[in-house]
């Protein structure tokens, strides 16, 4: 009697819980992946099985034809193609979220993704959006423009369905269900555009174009791997199929099919359930501050000191209490400059080497003048470089001397 009354609470206390789920509603949010949030497997490459890719929401870089996790195969970027850091396509150059995105190079016939293994066994009829951007650069694409980054995952089709010997284990390894744009609308060429790997063109249809890499789709829908099959028909043939739990590759692969020299930017990855949807945007710097002090040699002759200050995000506690600000004197010179307002900041990563644009007004010896400052942090065994432009002619340039470029 006393157990069944627990019970009774119990499913009471389920119940109350489960309305409250249902009336708080899906769980939507964005999450921002810099070159800091990658999986950290040790020096690269890594094995897959290493335990930091499949904690969390990691992403990170993967070798596809050694099959091995490698996160200097790709890097996080501001600009497209190009010189960097300036978007080469003004306006139409801009990525969906943030100011960067992802960008992968394809040379030496790698085989690279920018991949999760997050989803591993959720069923794919459980999933509501699948999306992603690309930007194709005309200019880096020189062989074949309807290329694109593809999206690919480990499937498993369900119990029983696919057997030996085109699945070596029940269970395991499956092969990969493939996305690819060119077979599911036209890339264009210098411009960011998104792909709907769920309905294709045309919404609410569940109508994209998927292949198999293995050489045959599994009954009951058996064909040749190739063949295309809308995503409506594989819920309908494979209904158990899900996101092969354990090793639950989903990547973005670069190089389709695999000459050398394309490069393509990826970002604003969306997955979605009825739980809610998680877009990921990729980009070089999160809440990043930065902090210099210290000596240059000066302009001519004599010491030049630096000083300047840049917060990260509010909340962020690190250990610098000041506004941003920068400061130069250089006496040899004649300078002595103090920033009144910092009209934007900018941070890139690039090589392992961290780098902080400020621009801003100020003044100089009294004088109203603009200035750009740019400072690198090389790391702990070279010194930081700063460069200081002022509007009214003086301009530095050159390593610290004593002190030191901190940017985290
Ligand atoms: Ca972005």
Same mark, same amino acid.
């Given at each position: 009697m006393k157990r069944f009354a627990l019970l009774v609470v119990a499913i009471a206390l389920c119940a109350v819980a489960g309305l409250a789920r249902a009336a708080s509603g899906p769980y939507n949010a964005t999450i921002v992946v810099t070159p800091n949030d990658l999986a950290r497997c040790g020096p690269p490459p890594a094995a897959p099985s290493c335990g930091a890719a499949h904690s969390d929401r990691k992403w990170f870089f993967y070798d596809d034809v050694k099959d091995l996790?490698?996160? $200097?195969? &790709?890097?996080?970027?501001?600009?497209?193609?190009? !010189?960097?850091?300036?978007?080469?396509?003004? $306006?139409? &150059?801009?990525?969906?979220?943030?100011?960067?995105? !992802?960008?992968?190079?394809?040379v030496l016939n790698r085989r690279p993704n920018l991949a999760t293994y997050q989803f591993g066994g959720i069923k794919l009829a459980s999933i509501t959006t699948l999306r992603y951007s690309t930007y194709n650069p005309l200019a880096g694409n020189k062989t074949d423009p309807t290329r694109s980054g593809y999206l690919h995952f480990n499937v498993d089709f369900g119990p029983g369905v696919c057997t030996f010997p085109l699945c070596a284990s029940a269970g395991g390894y499956q092969h990969r269900l493939v996305f690819v744009p060119r077979q599911n609308g036209t890339v264009i060429q210098d411009s960011w555009q998104e792909w709907d790997a769920i309905d294709g063109l045309v919404p609410s249809s569940q109508a994209s174009m998927w292949t198999f890499s293995g050489p045959n789709w599994p009954a009951p829908c058996a064909a040749l791997g190739p063949t295309p099959k809308f995503w409506f028909q594989i819920l309908a043939?494979?209904?158990?199929?899900?996101?092969?739990?354990g090793d639950s590759f989903l990547g973005i692969r670069v190089g389709e099919p695999y000459p050398d020299g394309y490069t393509e930017n990826i970002d604003a990855f969306k997955f979605g359930t009825a739980a809610g949807t998680?877009?990921?945007?990729?980009?070089?710097?999160?809440?990043?501050s930065a902090h210099g002090d210290g000596e240059m040699n000066g302009k001519h002759g004599g010491d030049a000191h630096v000083h300047f200050n840049k917060n990260g995000c509010a909340g962020k506690d690190d250990g610098v209490d000041e506004p941003d600000n920068v400061q130069h004197s250089d006496p040899g010179s004649g300078t002595d400059f103090k920033s009144t307002a910092i009209t934007s900041a900018a941070f890139a990563v690039d090589e392992g080497r961290q780098t902080v644009t400020m621009v801003?007004?100020?003044?100089?010896?009294?004088?109203?003048?603009g200035f750009t400052m740019i400072a690198v942090d090389n790391g702990d065994l070279v010194p930081g470089v700063f460069t200081l432009v002022l509007t009214d002619g003086y301009s530095i340039t050159g390593s610290l001397t004593n002190g030191a470029i901190v940017i985290q």
């Open positions: 996790i490698d996160n $200097t195969m &790709g890097s996080f970027v501001i600009c497209q193609y190009g !010189a960097c850091p300036y978007y080469d396509g003004g $306006t139409v &150059g801009k990525p969906p979220l943030g100011v960067g995105s !992802a960008q992968i190079s394809t043939c494979y209904p158990n199929s899900r996101i092969l739990p998680i877009t990921f945007d990729f980009e070089p710097y999160g809440c990043s801003g007004t100020g003044v100089n010896n009294g004088l109203p003048v």
